[in-house]
């Protein structure tokens, strides 16, 4: 078995999300868009499993890009690194993949 390699930059901060929707985490991460460094890394620890598709269709659209997704049991991590909103920012409109 490889030894576990440490992550390579510590997250600027955490969200401990539970059991919480995506939308929920959604509008968490878009407040942590302006509070953090330029390509700031925040670390989202999710139960639900539907949060998944959420995550990966958010990093999709260019505004994160997730550096790293580990499962353990029923518990997720996603290290994701967020990229500076735009001077005019608009909420995000992606549509809500748990919505259907």
Known sequence: MPPATEP??????VIDAGG????RILG?????LG????????????ANPD??????????SGTGELLEETVTGEQACYRIRLWPPPSSAAPSSLPNPEAS
């Open 20 to 23: 919480e929707p995506w939308p």
């Open 28 to 32: 968490l991460l878009e407040r942590r």
């Open 51 to 60: 949060v998944r598709v959420g995550v990966h269709a958010w990093c999709g």
């Open 35 to 46: 509070q953090l460094p330029d390509a700031g890394v925040v670390e989202v620890h999710s």
């Open 8 to 13: 390579t930059e510590p997250a600027h901060t």
